[in-house]
């Protein structure tokens, strides 16, 4: 059975930084494509940021410039470090992890992902 667990959720003031990591486990399975997610209260969920390779990334134009995804295979960990944070980064914040390759191409595309973490919630006051 495939486990997101996300981690590093805070509330920080708006400027600061933080990084979100996401531990993948269960069974010998590869996720070639991951992302981030976020869902403020009243709002719908929102692609973050998405990587299959170090080459091939996507990001929100809401948080290009600012925030870094990244993943570790040997240690099967997805980041996402995110910097000048401001007040409407304030939500919560899942890990997602797609059952096929997709063509090795990113996908922010919720729909696409077939397993997901319970989230960390991210505060930021200005």
């Known amino acids: 059975q495939v486990q997101l667990v996300e981690s590093g959720g805070a509330s920080v003031q708006a400027g600061g930084s933080l990084r979100l990591s996401c531990a993948l486990s269960?069974?010998?399975?590869?996720?070639?494509?991951m992302a981030w997610f976020r869902q403020a209260p009243g709002k719908g969920r929102e692609g973050v940021a998405a990587?299959?390779?170090?080459?091939?990334?996507t990001y929100a134009d809401s948080v290009k410039g600012r925030f870094t995804i990244s993943r570790d295979s040997a240690k099967n960990t997805l980041y996402l470090q995110m910097n000048s944070l401001k007040s409407d980064d304030t939500a919560m914040y899942y890990c997602?992890?797609?059952?096929?390759?997709?063509?090795?191409?990113?996908?922010?595309?919720?729909?696409?992902?077939?397993?997901w973490g319970q989230g960390t919630q991210v505060t930021v006051s200005s």
């Open positions: 997602a992890a797609a059952r096929d390759s997709g063509g090795w191409l990113p996908s922010r595309r919720a729909e696409e992902f077939a397993y």
């Open positions: 269960g069974s010998s399975f590869l996720a070639v494509r």
């Open positions: 990587i299959v390779t170090a080459d091939r990334l």
